[in-house]
């Protein structure tokens, strides 16, 4: 079926009044929604007194300044990725047990019951069902605690071989 | 929302100002662990080191949290076939229970366990004999269920195992700068003090 010409301009004109975020601590606030654990932002270290007192530590064992800063760079870069992989492993998404045990078969004469008083029609129940029934296997394929903390752990994997990776470079190359 | 415990690594550095484990955020236990079972495998690590400095200590520090990770996916493996096994027993149960999955898991673990309560025996009794099958069975149909999962873990253990090579080579090669240098002060006097000999003997040499 194809959109008519009304019908699409009907949806930019929508589209345009269509609400977001308008003040700077609204947008600052929003590009943080998809944020899961911060890692892709370029950490600032230099900036931080505990960066200065690792390489003056540092220092003291005989290295060069630039082989300080870079291991002390990749001291505070590692634990950053290891406080985030236990973070991730320690807060897993929840599961939601009631959508996950439901019987949908039984559920049916609620459904009926919840949109009998609109006036539908028995497509719409069925609609909700299979709606409620698609969630059921979407919260179902993600699998339990122990899996979801798994496999959110699992995404992490490339930032430690890159955190260890560089820590080890530039302790080696002293 | 979850609680951690941050453990306070003991440093064994001789001089505690210098160390650089302050500096840096401590690893964190969960609830249910103990901090001073932490607490030994780092000393246990430390003390076979002579005298680590303490960009040594911190990288052993690191190294021991690896080994606590790597015994914590261990036994992760070990409940993702549990959690498996609940789910195919809740499938096979022939009647939808309305306290769900849940109390199903709880008793399948007291029962693997053997601890269950005679109730808990019961109906993990029941949901076998519904799916027709044995606890051999349903592990092995688990296992396949939970593979995808397991390997996950298995790539988890593996990088902490990486992870564990760098530190060491790390630490070998503070060793062996250290060792470098050690050796160079020695040759060094050795030298000197080689050439102050030859420095008297040239000057008793000269005719008076």
New interface residues.
Partial sequence: MTISHHRSLTNQCNALKSTGPRSVAGKQASSQNSRKHGLNSAPDFESSSEYRALVDLIAEEGFSAFVCADIAAGLLNYRRVMDAYYDTYASPEPVDEFLRDANMKASNPIFSELLSPSGSEPQDVRDMAAFFASMQRQERRKGGLVSRRSSDTHKLIRYQRNGIARLSRAVRQG | ??F?IDVDVAMPVEDKS???LP???S??L?PNESEAEFQSGLQSLLSQLDNP???VV??VS?LN?CLW?IK?HTV?KE??LH?AM??LL?KAGSN??PS???KL?VALEHYLDGIAHKDEAALIEQALTDGNLTLSDLRVRAFKD?AK?IK??D??IH?QH??IR??Q??ID??DY?SRL?KRMDLELAALESKQSVKGVLSLDDKPS
């Fill in positions: 929302m979850h951690s210098k160390s650089l500096f840096l955020s690893p964190k969960l400095s303490p960009l911190a990288l690191q949290e990770w914590r992760d409940l993702l959690e609940a789910r809740f939808w229970m769900g999955n849940s898991s939970a999962y996950m873990v790539d988890l990088r990486q992870t760098h530190l080579r790390s090669s503070i700068k240098i």
